[in-house]
């Protein structure tokens, strides 16, 4: 059963917008934190942002930081990644994840890179920035 599946993908060029949508087939809030995570062929894959679907607190990677901006919707079962002023660098496939039960006292910042720890992942959105 599918539980989580990005879109909103595609082709901009640099400096430009877009947002991605990950929607759950559960209610968000049966996952503790849903993340954002990025992977470009042959190299490791990267966690750029996550969000507790509780209280809405966030973490984002440096790479990331001040750009892009993680939200959540609880209501439509939805999380979403505005990314802003898109970097050549940024082109990756872009997956959404979701981890079901806190791990200890980690803080959020930290849980943005755990992705052997989170329990279910989308297929993944190909964001491409290119002039």
């Known amino acids: 059963q599918v539980q989580l599946e990005e879109s909103g993908g595609g082709l901009v060029q640099p400096g430009e917008s877009l947002r991605l949508s990950c929607t759950a087939s559960r209610a968000t809030l049966d996952y503790y934190i849903i993340g954002w995570f990025r992977q470009v062929p042959g190299k490791e894959r990267e966690g750029i942002s996550c969000?507790?679907?509780?209280?809405?607190?966030?973490g984002y990677g440096d790479s990331v930081m001040g750009r892009f901006t993680i939200s959540r919707d609880n209501a439509k079962n939805t999380v979403y990644l505005q990314m802003n002023n898109l970097y050549p660098d940024d082109t990756a496939v872009y997956y959404c994840?979701?981890?079901?039960?806190?791990?200890?006292?980690?803080?959020?910042?930290?849980?943005?890179?755990?992705?052997?720890?989170?329990?279910?992942w989308g297929q993944g959105t190909q964001v491409t920035v290119s002039s």
């Open positions: 994840a979701a981890l079901v039960r806190q791990i200890g006292f980690t803080p959020i910042k930290t849980m943005c890179r755990m992705g052997t720890k989170y329990d279910y």
């Open positions: 969000i507790r679907t509780s209280d809405g607190s966030s």
